[in-house]
C-alpha cells in the first residue's frame, strides 16, 4: 500500500507485493488462482488484472498515486491443489 504514496516501504510495510508477484508466490506453491477482486467489487481473472497492472504501471507515477484502482490491496481467491 505505501507503494502508492512514497518511493520506499515505510511503517509496518516492509516490502510491497505486485499483483504478479503475488500470482507467482501463490501458483509456485500449489495454489491455483481463481480470480483477483479489485475495489470495484469484481472478480477479474488473474490474466486480466495482471494486463491491467502492467498497462496501469505505465501511467506517470503522481497519476498513480492518486488512482490506485484497488490495486493497492486486492483479494486474492485461489483455491489449493
Known amino acids: 500500500m505505501s507503494r502508492f504514496f512514497s518511493d520506499v516501504a515505510d511503517g509496518f510495510h516492509l516490502r510491497e507485493y505486485s499483483v504478479r508477484e ?4 501463490l ?14 467489487r469484481r472478480l477479474w481473472s488473474a490474466h486480466r488484472t ?11 507515477k503522481p497519476l498513480r498515486r492518486r ?5 493497492g490491496n486486492p483479494l486474492f481467491v485461489a483455491e489449493a491443489h
Request: hydrophobic letters at 45%; glycine letters at 8%; proline letters at 3%.
Open 67 to 71: 488512482r490506485t484502482c484497488g490495486l
Open 27 to 40: 501458483s509456485t506453491h500449489g495454489c491455483r488462482i481463481l480470480g483477483v477482486a479489485l475495489r470495484q
Open 22 to 25: 503475488t500470482v507467482d508466490l
Open 50 to 60: 495482471l494486463m491491467f497492472e502492467r498497462m496501469w504501471s505505465l501511467l506517470p
